[in-house]
């Protein structure tokens, strides 16, 4: 089986940063790709980034130029830097990642627990 774990959210002003990690645990014998993803109260779950093992990275045009996605494979962590950010950047942050564990041939897609970000005055 396989864990992934959020941490880094809190309570920050307008213009602030804060860091989100992803530390994945487990039977791991690969990670792909590992992303980020939110959900604010009453909308629906939607992209933020995501970073190919390869370190290609793909960002939702409302966060490009803010939020940058990083990983370390050697610790199986994939991080969030989020600066000047939003009153609309508020909601729970979740990670992803698609991993092949060393009992099954084929890679499984797993979730976080989430953690949540909010930015206000």
């Known amino acids: 089986q396989v864990q992934l774990v959020e941490s880094g959210g809190g309570l920050v002003q307008p213009g602030e940063s804060l860091r989100l990690s992803c530390a994945a645990s487990?039977?791991?014998?690969?990670?792909?790709?590992m992303g980020w993803y939110r959900q604010a109260p009453g909308n629906q779950r939607e992209f933020v980034a995501t970073?190919?093992?390869?370190?290609?990275?793909n960002y939702a045009d409302y966060v490009k130029g803010r939020f940058t996605i990083a990983r370390d494979n050697a610790k199986n962590t994939a991080y969030l830097q989020m600066n000047s950010l939003k009153p609309e950047d508020t909601a729970v942050y979740y990670c992803?990642?698609?991993?092949?564990?060393?009992?099954?041939?084929?890679?499984?897609?797993?979730w976080g627990q989430g953690t949540q970000v909010t930015v206000s005055s």
């Open positions: 487990g039977s791991i014998s690969s990670i792909y790709i």
């Open positions: 992803n990642a698609d991993v092949k564990t060393t009992f099954s041939p084929f890679p499984r897609n797993y």
């Open positions: 970073i190919t093992s390869g370190d290609i990275t």
